[in-house]
Protein backbone atom coordinates (compact mmCIF):
# COMPACT_ATOMS: atom_id res chain seq x y z
CA UNK A 1 0.00 0.00 0.00
CA UNK A 2 2.86 2.40 0.97
CA UNK A 3 3.80 2.39 -3.16
CA UNK A 4 0.29 4.04 -3.95
CA UNK A 5 -0.15 7.78 -2.94
CA UNK A 6 -2.93 8.83 -1.08
CA UNK A 7 -5.76 10.28 -2.58
CA UNK A 8 -8.85 12.40 -2.13
CA UNK A 9 -12.32 12.75 -4.16
CA UNK A 10 -14.06 16.17 -2.96
CA UNK A 11 -17.73 16.76 -4.35
CA UNK A 12 -18.63 20.13 -4.87
CA UNK A 13 -21.38 19.57 -1.54
CA UNK A 14 -18.08 19.62 0.29
CA UNK A 15 -18.39 15.56 1.54
CA UNK A 16 -14.81 14.14 0.67
CA UNK A 17 -13.24 10.47 0.44
CA UNK A 18 -9.93 9.35 1.24
CA UNK A 19 -8.56 6.75 -0.71
CA UNK A 20 -5.15 5.95 -2.88
CA UNK A 21 -4.04 7.16 -6.60
CA UNK A 22 -3.31 3.77 -8.74
CA UNK A 23 -3.34 5.47 -12.44
CA UNK A 24 -2.38 8.26 -13.29
CA UNK A 25 -0.97 10.71 -10.60
CA UNK A 26 -2.80 14.18 -11.64
CA UNK A 27 -5.51 16.26 -10.17
CA UNK A 28 -9.07 16.11 -12.20
CA UNK A 29 -12.24 17.55 -12.45
CA UNK A 30 -15.93 16.23 -13.51
CA UNK A 31 -18.99 14.65 -13.38
CA UNK A 32 -19.27 12.50 -10.89
CA UNK A 33 -21.27 9.49 -12.22
CA UNK A 34 -21.94 5.41 -11.37
CA UNK A 35 -22.07 2.53 -13.42
CA UNK A 36 -23.53 -0.74 -12.31
CA UNK A 37 -22.15 -3.36 -14.44
CA UNK A 38 -20.34 -6.58 -12.82
CA UNK A 39 -17.32 -6.66 -15.97
CA UNK A 40 -16.90 -4.46 -18.98
CA UNK A 41 -14.49 -1.92 -17.45
CA UNK A 42 -12.59 -1.57 -20.73
CA UNK A 43 -15.51 -0.98 -22.31
CA UNK A 44 -16.74 1.77 -20.15
CA UNK A 45 -13.95 3.44 -19.83
CA UNK A 46 -13.69 3.66 -23.58
CA UNK A 47 -17.39 5.08 -24.29
CA UNK A 48 -17.50 8.89 -25.91
CA UNK A 49 -20.95 8.79 -23.66
CA UNK A 50 -18.77 9.28 -20.52
CA UNK A 51 -16.35 12.18 -22.08
CA UNK A 52 -15.72 14.36 -19.33
CA UNK A 53 -17.26 12.71 -16.31
CA UNK A 54 -15.41 10.71 -13.48
CA UNK A 55 -16.87 7.18 -13.29
CA UNK A 56 -17.59 5.48 -10.42
CA UNK A 57 -17.51 1.64 -11.16
CA UNK A 58 -20.53 0.00 -8.31
CA UNK A 59 -18.94 -3.70 -8.44
CA UNK A 60 -16.54 -3.95 -5.83
CA UNK A 61 -13.92 -5.96 -7.07
CA UNK A 62 -12.18 -4.12 -10.55
CA UNK A 63 -8.89 -4.62 -12.37
CA UNK A 64 -9.10 -8.57 -11.56
CA UNK A 65 -8.73 -9.54 -15.77
CA UNK A 66 -6.80 -6.81 -16.46
CA UNK A 67 -6.98 -4.99 -19.73
CA UNK A 68 -6.34 -6.96 -23.45
CA UNK A 69 -4.27 -5.44 -25.92
CA UNK A 70 -6.27 -3.64 -28.30
CA UNK A 71 -5.02 -3.53 -32.43
CA UNK A 72 -7.00 -1.19 -34.97
CA UNK A 73 -8.35 -3.03 -37.92
CA UNK A 74 -10.83 -1.14 -41.08
CA UNK A 75 -10.25 2.19 -38.82
CA UNK A 76 -12.09 0.67 -36.01
CA UNK A 77 -10.99 -0.64 -32.32
CA UNK A 78 -11.39 -4.62 -32.49
CA UNK A 79 -11.96 -4.80 -28.60
CA UNK A 80 -12.55 -1.11 -27.36
CA UNK A 81 -15.41 1.57 -28.08
CA UNK A 82 -13.02 3.77 -28.95
CA UNK A 83 -8.85 3.95 -29.84
CA UNK A 84 -8.18 5.83 -25.91
CA UNK A 85 -10.07 6.50 -22.26
CA UNK A 86 -12.78 9.37 -22.69
CA UNK A 87 -13.47 9.12 -18.84
CA UNK A 88 -11.80 11.79 -16.98
CA UNK A 89 -11.46 9.61 -13.75
CA UNK A 90 -12.05 5.99 -12.32
CA UNK A 91 -13.68 5.25 -8.89
CA UNK A 92 -13.39 2.00 -7.41
CA UNK A 93 -13.47 0.71 -4.06
CA UNK A 94 -11.14 -3.19 -4.71
CA UNK A 95 -8.55 -2.60 -6.89
CA UNK A 96 -6.93 -5.76 -7.89
CA UNK A 97 -3.27 -5.65 -7.53
CA UNK A 98 -3.20 -8.78 -9.23
CA UNK A 99 -4.99 -9.68 -12.66
CA UNK A 100 -5.46 -13.06 -14.46
CA UNK A 101 -6.95 -13.44 -17.73
CA UNK A 102 -5.76 -15.44 -20.65
CA UNK A 103 -6.44 -12.23 -22.98
CA UNK A 104 -4.89 -9.71 -20.93
CA UNK A 105 -1.55 -8.25 -21.18
CA UNK A 106 -1.14 -5.21 -19.04
CA UNK A 107 -3.02 -3.81 -15.24
CA UNK A 108 -5.70 -1.52 -15.37
CA UNK A 109 -3.72 0.77 -13.67
CA UNK A 110 -0.86 0.64 -16.05
CA UNK A 111 -3.49 1.25 -18.43
CA UNK A 112 -4.73 4.65 -16.86
CA UNK A 113 -1.31 6.15 -17.05
CA UNK A 114 -0.43 5.14 -20.16
CA UNK A 115 -3.67 7.37 -20.84
CA UNK A 116 -2.88 9.56 -18.28
CA UNK A 117 -5.98 9.41 -16.56
CA UNK A 118 -6.37 9.17 -12.72
CA UNK A 119 -7.94 6.70 -10.94
CA UNK A 120 -8.77 6.57 -6.87
CA UNK A 121 -9.89 3.41 -5.09
CA UNK A 122 -9.95 2.47 -1.25
CA UNK A 123 -13.15 4.07 -0.55
CA UNK A 124 -16.80 3.15 0.65
CA UNK A 125 -18.10 3.65 -3.26
CA UNK A 126 -21.78 2.35 -1.51
CA UNK A 127 -21.81 5.16 0.41
CA UNK A 128 -20.80 7.95 -2.95
CA UNK A 129 -23.26 5.99 -5.34
CA UNK A 130 -26.16 6.28 -1.90
CA UNK A 131 -25.18 10.42 -1.90
CA UNK A 132 -25.13 10.25 -5.70
CA UNK A 133 -28.87 8.73 -5.98
CA UNK A 134 -30.09 10.70 -3.15
CA UNK A 135 -28.62 14.30 -4.27
CA UNK A 136 -28.33 13.44 -8.34
CA UNK A 137 -24.85 13.84 -9.98
CA UNK A 138 -22.46 16.05 -8.78
CA UNK A 139 -19.14 17.88 -9.95
CA UNK A 140 -16.17 16.76 -8.16
CA UNK A 141 -12.63 16.46 -8.16
CA UNK A 142 -10.07 14.73 -7.38
CA UNK A 143 -7.17 16.20 -5.18
CA UNK A 144 -3.72 14.73 -3.54
CA UNK A 145 -3.39 16.36 0.07
CA UNK A 146 -0.39 17.85 -0.20
CA UNK A 147 -1.19 19.67 -4.25
CA UNK A 148 -2.85 22.26 -5.77
CA UNK A 149 -6.27 22.59 -5.74
CA UNK A 150 -8.93 22.97 -8.98
CA UNK A 151 -11.60 24.05 -10.19
CA UNK A 152 -14.69 22.03 -10.63
CA UNK A 153 -16.04 21.07 -14.39
CA UNK A 154 -19.35 21.38 -15.68
CA UNK A 155 -19.32 18.88 -19.07
CA UNK A 156 -22.75 20.43 -19.69
CA UNK A 157 -21.51 24.00 -20.77
CA UNK A 158 -19.32 22.45 -23.30
CA UNK A 159 -19.98 21.32 -26.81
CA UNK A 160 -18.14 17.35 -25.66
CA UNK A 161 -20.01 15.99 -29.06
CA UNK A 162 -17.56 18.10 -30.95
CA UNK A 163 -14.50 16.81 -29.08
CA UNK A 164 -15.71 13.33 -29.64
CA UNK A 165 -16.64 13.24 -33.27
CA UNK A 166 -14.52 12.36 -35.94
CA UNK A 167 -12.95 14.67 -37.84
CA UNK A 168 -13.25 13.17 -41.47
CA UNK A 169 -15.39 10.83 -43.71
CA UNK A 170 -14.62 7.39 -43.05
CA UNK A 171 -15.76 4.33 -44.79
CA UNK A 172 -16.28 1.03 -43.01
CA UNK A 173 -17.00 -2.08 -45.06
CA UNK A 174 -18.60 -2.62 -48.78
CA UNK A 175 -21.99 -4.21 -48.46
CA UNK A 176 -24.67 -3.84 -50.35
CA UNK A 177 -26.63 -0.64 -48.70
CA UNK A 178 -25.19 2.25 -47.65
CA UNK A 179 -25.66 3.70 -44.17
CA UNK A 180 -24.93 7.16 -43.53
CA UNK A 181 -23.62 7.35 -39.77
CA UNK A 182 -23.35 10.59 -38.24
CA UNK A 183 -20.58 10.29 -34.95
CA UNK A 184 -21.64 12.08 -32.24
CA UNK A 185 -18.62 10.17 -30.21
CA UNK A 186 -19.96 6.94 -31.46
CA UNK A 187 -19.22 3.14 -29.48
CA UNK A 188 -17.01 0.93 -31.57
CA UNK A 189 -19.54 -1.92 -31.21
CA UNK A 190 -22.27 -0.16 -33.62
CA UNK A 191 -20.34 -0.34 -36.39
CA UNK A 192 -19.49 -3.43 -35.93
CA UNK A 193 -23.60 -4.44 -35.06
CA UNK A 194 -24.08 -3.09 -38.64
CA UNK A 195 -21.15 -4.42 -40.53
CA UNK A 196 -22.40 -7.98 -39.44
CA UNK A 197 -25.55 -7.03 -41.39
CA UNK A 198 -23.34 -6.34 -44.63
CA UNK A 199 -23.88 -2.29 -45.23
CA UNK A 200 -21.31 -0.05 -46.06
CA UNK A 201 -20.76 2.82 -43.27
CA UNK A 202 -20.14 6.15 -44.61
CA UNK A 203 -18.90 7.95 -40.86
CA UNK A 204 -19.51 11.53 -40.69
CA UNK A 205 -18.90 14.06 -38.20
CA UNK A 206 -21.95 15.59 -36.26
CA UNK A 207 -21.95 19.26 -37.92
CA UNK A 208 -21.43 17.10 -41.71
CA UNK A 209 -24.36 17.76 -44.04
CA UNK A 210 -25.07 14.40 -45.02
CA UNK A 211 -28.36 15.44 -47.13
CA UNK A 212 -25.96 16.08 -49.87
CA UNK A 213 -24.76 12.26 -50.13
CA UNK A 214 -26.24 9.39 -51.25
CA UNK A 215 -27.71 6.93 -48.93
CA UNK A 216 -29.69 3.82 -47.93
CA UNK A 217 -30.19 4.94 -44.82
CA UNK A 218 -29.39 7.29 -41.87
CA UNK A 219 -27.96 6.41 -38.72
CA UNK A 220 -27.29 8.70 -35.32
CA UNK A 221 -24.95 7.60 -32.96
CA UNK A 222 -24.75 7.37 -29.40
CA UNK A 223 -22.22 10.66 -27.77
CA UNK A 224 -21.91 12.68 -24.35
CA UNK A 225 -23.39 16.28 -23.21
CA UNK A 226 -26.04 18.27 -23.67
CA UNK A 227 -28.12 17.90 -27.27
CA UNK A 228 -29.18 21.33 -27.25
CA UNK A 229 -25.10 21.92 -28.08
CA UNK A 230 -25.68 20.02 -31.63
CA UNK A 231 -27.70 22.79 -33.74
CA UNK A 232 -25.79 21.71 -36.66
CA UNK A 233 -26.70 18.18 -36.46
CA UNK A 234 -30.60 18.87 -35.48
CA UNK A 235 -30.56 21.02 -38.65
CA UNK A 236 -29.71 18.27 -40.96
CA UNK A 237 -32.31 15.82 -39.27
CA UNK A 238 -35.15 18.24 -39.78
CA UNK A 239 -34.22 18.37 -43.40
CA UNK A 240 -34.03 14.60 -43.28
CA UNK A 241 -37.09 14.27 -41.75
CA UNK A 242 -38.85 15.74 -45.09
CA UNK A 243 -37.72 12.74 -46.78
CA UNK A 244 -38.82 8.70 -46.08
CA UNK A 245 -35.91 7.19 -46.20
CA UNK A 246 -35.30 5.33 -42.84
CA UNK A 247 -33.47 6.58 -39.93
CA UNK A 248 -32.15 5.37 -36.77
CA UNK A 249 -30.93 6.79 -33.35
CA UNK A 250 -29.34 5.62 -30.44
CA UNK A 251 -29.31 7.38 -27.28
CA UNK A 252 -28.07 11.23 -27.96
CA UNK A 253 -29.50 9.92 -31.72
CA UNK A 254 -32.92 9.25 -29.78
CA UNK A 255 -32.73 13.23 -28.24
CA UNK A 256 -31.83 14.48 -31.37
CA UNK A 257 -34.22 13.04 -33.37
CA UNK A 258 -36.77 14.18 -30.93
CA UNK A 259 -35.32 17.79 -30.85
CA UNK A 260 -35.43 17.77 -34.72
CA UNK A 261 -39.45 16.48 -33.92
CA UNK A 262 -39.65 19.32 -32.21
CA UNK A 263 -40.13 17.78 -29.11
CA UNK A 264 -38.03 19.31 -26.05
CA UNK A 265 -35.28 17.32 -23.46
CA UNK A 266 -34.05 17.88 -19.67
CA UNK A 267 -31.57 16.64 -17.32
CA UNK A 268 -32.01 13.42 -15.11
CA UNK A 269 -31.54 13.79 -11.34
CA UNK A 270 -28.32 11.48 -11.78
CA UNK A 271 -28.39 9.95 -15.19
CA UNK A 272 -29.37 6.34 -16.19
CA UNK A 273 -25.64 4.58 -16.12
CA UNK A 274 -26.60 0.91 -16.04
CA UNK A 275 -26.73 -2.60 -17.43
CA UNK A 276 -29.95 -3.99 -15.81
CA UNK A 277 -32.35 -1.16 -17.14
CA UNK A 278 -36.05 -2.71 -18.08
CA UNK A 279 -37.79 -1.09 -20.73
CA UNK A 280 -41.12 -1.64 -21.86
CA UNK A 281 -42.07 -1.66 -25.40
CA UNK A 282 -45.31 1.24 -25.41
CA UNK A 283 -48.26 -0.92 -26.33
CA UNK A 284 -47.41 -4.30 -25.44
CA UNK A 285 -46.22 -6.19 -22.31
CA UNK A 286 -42.95 -7.02 -23.45
CA UNK A 287 -40.24 -5.60 -21.37
CA UNK A 288 -36.77 -5.95 -22.36
CA UNK A 289 -33.41 -5.59 -20.44
CA UNK A 290 -31.50 -2.77 -21.58
CA UNK A 291 -27.30 -1.08 -20.83
CA UNK A 292 -27.51 2.43 -20.30
CA UNK A 293 -25.69 5.88 -20.59
CA UNK A 294 -27.29 8.89 -20.25
CA UNK A 295 -27.84 12.11 -17.87
CA UNK A 296 -30.55 13.68 -20.61
CA UNK A 297 -33.91 12.47 -21.56
CA UNK A 298 -36.84 13.03 -24.22
CA UNK A 299 -39.90 14.70 -22.88
CA UNK A 300 -43.14 12.65 -23.93
CA UNK A 301 -45.22 15.05 -23.45
CA UNK A 302 -43.91 17.71 -25.91
CA UNK A 303 -43.54 14.61 -28.94
CA UNK A 304 -45.51 16.34 -31.79
CA UNK A 305 -48.71 14.70 -33.25
CA UNK A 306 -46.65 12.97 -35.61
CA UNK A 307 -44.53 11.34 -32.95
CA UNK A 308 -44.89 8.50 -30.47
CA UNK A 309 -42.93 6.72 -28.15
CA UNK A 310 -41.28 3.49 -28.86
CA UNK A 311 -40.18 2.73 -25.19
CA UNK A 312 -40.51 3.25 -21.53
CA UNK A 313 -38.31 2.98 -18.79
CA UNK A 314 -39.60 1.00 -16.40
CA UNK A 315 -38.29 2.47 -13.33
CA UNK A 316 -38.95 5.90 -13.63
CA UNK A 317 -41.17 6.20 -16.40
CA UNK A 318 -38.90 8.53 -18.39
CA UNK A 319 -38.91 7.90 -22.57
CA UNK A 320 -37.06 5.19 -24.20
CA UNK A 321 -37.57 5.73 -27.36
CA UNK A 322 -39.63 7.33 -30.49
CA UNK A 323 -41.14 6.32 -33.76
CA UNK A 324 -42.59 8.35 -35.98
CA UNK A 325 -46.21 7.25 -37.05
CA UNK A 326 -45.95 6.77 -40.82
CA UNK A 327 -42.61 7.15 -41.76
CA UNK A 328 -39.68 4.81 -40.86
CA UNK A 329 -37.94 6.97 -38.49
CA UNK A 330 -37.24 5.29 -35.01
CA UNK A 331 -34.90 5.36 -32.07
CA UNK A 332 -33.82 4.50 -28.85
CA UNK A 333 -32.14 5.95 -24.98
CA UNK A 334 -30.64 2.30 -24.72
CA UNK A 335 -28.00 0.84 -26.36
CA UNK A 336 -28.78 -2.20 -28.16
CA UNK A 337 -25.25 -2.48 -29.46
CA UNK A 338 -24.03 -3.09 -25.37
CA UNK A 339 -21.14 -5.07 -24.83
CA UNK A 340 -20.54 -6.32 -22.41
CA UNK A 341 -24.29 -6.83 -22.66
CA UNK A 342 -27.49 -7.59 -22.62
CA UNK A 343 -27.77 -7.86 -26.19
CA UNK A 344 -31.86 -8.52 -26.17
CA UNK A 345 -32.26 -5.58 -27.86
CA UNK A 346 -29.52 -6.27 -30.83
CA UNK A 347 -32.93 -7.30 -33.15
CA UNK A 348 -33.63 -3.46 -33.52
CA UNK A 349 -30.74 -3.47 -35.96
CA UNK A 350 -32.29 -5.83 -38.32
CA UNK A 351 -35.49 -3.82 -37.88
CA UNK A 352 -33.88 -0.87 -39.54
CA UNK A 353 -32.41 -3.33 -42.11
CA UNK A 354 -35.76 -4.65 -42.91
CA UNK A 355 -36.69 -1.21 -43.17
CA UNK A 356 -34.10 -0.16 -45.74
CA UNK A 357 -35.24 -3.27 -47.74
Not at 16 to 45: I, R, W
Not at 64 to 76: C, F, H, M, R
Not at 77 to 90: A, D, M, Q
Request: net charge negative; charged share 20%.
Amino acid sequence: MHNYKPFRLVLENGKSFNGYSFGYDAPVSGEVVFSTAMVGYPESLTDPSYAGQILTVTYPLVGNYGVPEDKIENNLSTLFESEIIKVNGLIVSDYSFTYSHWNARKSLGNWLREHKVPGIFGIDTRELTKILRENGSMKGKLLFPDGDDIEYYDPSVENLVAKMSCKQVTRHGNGRKKIVLVDCGIKHNIVRCLLKRDVEVIRVPWDYDFNTMEYDGLFISNGPGNPQHCTATIKHLQKALQEDKPIFGICMGNQLLSIAGGAKTYKLKYGHRSHNQPVQMVGTTRCLITSQNHGYAVDNDTLGLDWEPLFINMNDGSNEGIRHKSKPFFSVQFHPEAASGPTDTEFLFDEFLNMIE
